[in-house]
C-alpha cells in the first residue's frame, strides 16, 4: 500500500512539478531520513510498541482491552517524559 502511495505522489508532483520538484522531495525526504530526530522519534515508536506489545500479552482478560489501557498507559508515559524533558 506504501508503495503504491509513493508511486501516486511520485506521478503526480512529476507531472505537474517536473522532474526537479521531484529530486528535491527526494532529497528532502533523505534529509529527514537521515536526521538525529527522526531516528529519535523512530526508537521511541519502536519501543513504545515493543512496551504495548508486552503489556498485551501478560494477564487474562479481553485483548481490545487490554491493547486500550497499554496504549492509553504507553501514551501517558511519553507524554511525561517529553514534559520532563521540555522543563
Given at each position: 500500500m506504501?508503495?503504491?502511495?509513493?508511486?501516486?505522489v511520485?506521478y503526480?508532483?512529476?507531472t505537474k512539478?517536473?522532474?526537479?520538484a521531484?529530486?528535491?522531495?527526494?532529497?528532502?525526504?533523505?534529509?529527514?531520513?537521515?536526521s538525529?530526530?527522526?531516528?529519535?522519534?523512530v526508537s521511541?515508536a519502536?519501543?513504545?510498541?515493543?512496551?504495548?506489545?508486552?503489556?498485551?500479552?501478560?494477564?487474562d482478560?479481553?485483548i481490545?482491552?487490554?491493547?486500550?489501557s497499554?496504549?492509553?498507559?504507553?501514551t501517558?508515559e511519553a507524554m511525561r517524559?517529553?514534559?520532563?524533558?521540555v522543563n
Amino acid at each position: 500500500m506504501g508503495a503504491l502511495a509513493g508511486f501516486i505522489v511520485g506521478y503526480v508532483l512529476g507531472t505537474k512539478a517536473g522532474p526537479e520538484a521531484l529530486e528535491r522531495l527526494r532529497r528532502a525526504w533523505d534529509d529527514i531520513r537521515e536526521s538525529d530526530d527522526f531516528r529519535d522519534l523512530v526508537s521511541s515508536a519502536t519501543g513504545m510498541a515493543e512496551q504495548v506489545v508486552n503489556r498485551v500479552s501478560e494477564g487474562d482478560g479481553n485483548i481490545a482491552d487490554r491493547v486500550r489501557s497499554a496504549v492509553a498507559g504507553e501514551t501517558r508515559e511519553a507524554m511525561r517524559r517529553r514534559l520532563r524533558t521540555v522543563n
